[in-house]
Structures are given as C-alpha cells and as structure tokens.
C-alpha cells in the first residue's frame, strides 16, 4: 500500500488577542517529511506511522508537519500557505491508499472557522473517493460535519492530559489500513451532548467513561469511539463536545451508539465537572496542606489554552500576602529574561514582571529581584516529548521565586524548577501555568493540588461565554438543552 501522512495542529482560542502568525508555527518547528520527521518533533506522530508502515512493508510519503502553540486566529495566509503545500503534495505524490492526518479539531484561521473540513474537503477532491483518509484529533476539538464527510474515520484522544496520542496514533494506523485492506468498512455517527465544559479524565467519573468507551470497542462491530469534549473558548457554529462512533459497515448503529454513549456522558455532567477556588481560596488551601509540596494550577493563564502565560494575578497576591517559599512557573515574559540576562547571575535589579499580552493578564507587577539562576535553553519533559521554552531566568523577591521564560509553553514537569537549580524542597507552594497537564509531572511530588479559576483569560463562567457564532443552546447556559428538540 501506498500511505501519505501530514500534520497541521494548533488550538485556536478566538477570544486571545495573540495572532498565530509564521513565528508561531516556525517556534515549534516546522518538519517536512521529505527531509525527515522526527520522533519527539513536531512530526512525532508521522514517525510513528512511518515506522509500522515500513514494518508491514508499506511504503509512506510524508509531507508537512507544522504545530503552533495555542493562541488566537491563524493569519489567513499562514493557513492556506500550509493548507495548500498539504494538498498539493497529495495531488502531486498520488494515487494513495491511505491518508493519516494529524490534525488538532479546533483550528480557527481569518475567514475558515472549520480549517480542519477545508483542509479534508480538498484533500478529498484531490486524492479521489477510494483513498481511506483517516484523522487524529486532539479531543479539544469541534467536529464538523464537513470533517465527517470527508474522512473514512476520525479518532480523538481519549485522556486528557493527553497521554494517549501514540496509542490513538496506532489504532488508526491499524483500523485505516483495515478497510483499505477491504476488511471493514468504516462509517461515522456522531451525537451532539450540547455540552461546553472541560472534563480531566483523571477524576472518577471520567476515567470510567473511558473505560466504557474502551470496553465497547471491538465488540458489536464498533471499531472506534472517541468523545470530542470540545474546547470552549473557540468560538464556532460547531463547539461544544459530541459522541463519535465509527461502525462496521452499518450507518445506523454508528448513529445509535453515538446516541448511547452521548446521552450516557450527558447523564455525568454534574458529576464530571468540579468548580474551581479564587486565587485566595487557592493559597489558603495550599497554606493549610500536609507538609512538602502544595501545587496551584493557575488555569485562567494556562497557554495551553491560548492564553499568554504572563497573567501577574497570583503573583500580586502573593506579594501582597508576604508569602514566601512561593515559586511561580512558567511566566512568559521575553523581555524581562533579555534584562536578567544582560545583568547577569547574581545582579540585582528593579524588574517589571509579567501584565503585558493584554487586560486579562492583569498588571505587571514591580520586584526588586536577584537573578538566581540563567539558562540558554530550558526544558521540560512533557506529554512523551520534550518541550523547550527558550531562554529563562530564575528571579527571587523576598521568598518570592518566578520562573522568566521565552516561550510560550505551559507547566509540564518539576523540571522547571529544578532545572534551573531551584531545588523544590525550598517550595511550599508552586503555582504552574496549566490546566490539567501539569498533574502527570507534579501529582507524584505534591502533597496536595489544587487549581484557581484566575481572573485571566481562560474564565470558566462556560454560561457566560461571550459566543458570537456559537449557539445558545447549550449546559451550563441553560439548564437542559435537549427540551423541546
Ligand atoms: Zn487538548
């Protein structure tokens, strides 16, 4: 068989003022498949593919793998640049008996507010009806009708964190080469749960959901099942999380068993969701933790999300407080790193901190700080790979210690402490960037974890969204969106 791989991924937050511009995609490494993916690159995935590819004796054409970090609206040009270099590799390499595409679900550019059903729209056109295109998507993601009409089968992660990229990666590999085989037959089902809300599946109820999900596939003729939680601060007709089955052969039992496991998860809404504290909330709980480690996950400014990752809330707090043994990571703030490192180890000197991106970073917050610890290039092991954040210094104030990074990565690992030397038995409060990935690295070394709702820009009012294109129609905005449907 012949097999064409390509991967296009970014999370688009519509509400973030950051462009997600060629220095974005260029940041994180664009790969092109006829020099080479790499394993823990942005083409980690097409690696994966390419190598159990070659153990079956398929041969693969990749073409391009480009990722940016989560931010706003993809520039137009950037998009279609990217877009049409995939689709004219495709035309140009074929015929093809499989396409495997790693995509991200939630890419919004100018003008496309569904990237990922254009991009497979033409690829589509391109490549004929016979090819088996198969799609990978983050579970952040809007699935469309346009992506289910022009894809044989579409598998999201299932874990979040997103633990499972490489075993979701497999399951297409196999199920696609399958039906091009003429083995199975591959058909779609798709359930609307009118749901915005965000669901880590290491909490009970999910993690049995999972489990479910996993149950069921194999058995009955279902193939696949993927759970699309959504990602709420994209602004979309199509946001929101919906149930997709992929059947043999029958389209009406891919439509039942989406029905099934959709209304099944509809049932869980109270129970899969957990409120979140203020930032004082937060520190008082962590102040009241066992001995050792207390993490605050500081979600509002999670860049993971889209937002900019120099939010100052919890650091204001801090200070305001007196606390001390507090360290705070990552905080993205490019300028204040180039003046650490002008000044050198060890100088001491009036920093302005952090509140730069827009209004929901807050203020900047002005320290006078020694500079700890310098480094050309941190970085942390994340999520099966390793994630760079640039240059980064390691700034103290009183007890108060900040993590100053280039990039605009979220909180992974421990090591963006220890890396830079800050041992973390002289924490007793971490407060990490993150949302839900940072537990794989932290939940072994904390004592206790909690997370702060912000402010910032990942507010978590999902009723009050300010949605322009997104309908009404949805938990938490009312009580029961399925009345009267
Ligand atoms: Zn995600």
Known sequence: ???????????????????????????????????????????????????????????????????????????????????????????????????????????VADGYDDCEGDLLQRLRAVLGPDTIIGVELDLHCHLTAAMLENANAIITFKEYPHIDAGKRGRELFRLCVDAAAGQTRPVMGLFDCKMVNMYPTTTAPMAAFVAEMQDQEGRDGVLSL?????????????????????????????????????????????????????????????????????????????????APGDSTFVLKRVVERGLTGVGIAPMWDPVAVRFCHDAGPGARLALRIGGKAGPESGDPVDLTVTVRALSDELVQWGLGSPSVLGRAAWVEADGVHVILVERRIQAFSPELFTKMGLSLEALRIAVVKSTAHFRAGFAPVASLIVTTVGPGTLLEDYGAIAYERRPGDYWPRVEDPFAGA
Request: proline residues 4%; glycine residues 12%; aromatic residues 8%.
């Open 1 to 107: 068989m012949r097999i064409f791989t390509a991967t296009l991924s970014t999370e688009t937050n519509t509400f973030s003022a950051i462009p997600t511009g060629w220095s974005c995609f260029e940041e994180a490494g664009i790969e092109r498949g006829r020099t080479g993916v790499t394993r823990n690159g942005t083409g980690g995935l097409m690696h994966l593919w390419g190598q159990m590819a070659e153990a079956d004796g398929h041969s693969v054409f990749h073409s391009v793998a480009a990722n940016a970090p989560p931010a706003g609206r993809t520039v137009r040009a950037v998009y279609e640049a990217l877009r049409d270099e995939i689709v004219a590799d495709a035309a140009a390499e074929g015929p093809f008996d499989v396409a495997l595409l790693f995509l991200h679900g939630a890419m």
């Open 226 to 306: 993927s759970l699309s939680h959504g990602f709420p601060w994209g602004d979309t007709a199509d946001s929101g999380a919906r149930m997709l089955a992929v059947v043999d052969g029958d389209q009406a039992r891919a439509a039942e068993m989406a029905r099934r496991f959709g209304e099944r998860f509809w049932a869980l809404r109270h129970a899969v969701t957990e409120p979140g504290l203020t930032i004082d909330e937060a520190l008082d709980a962590a102040l009241a933790a066992p001995p050792g480690l207390a993490v605050i996950a500081d979600k509002a400014d999670n860049t993971g999300g889209g």
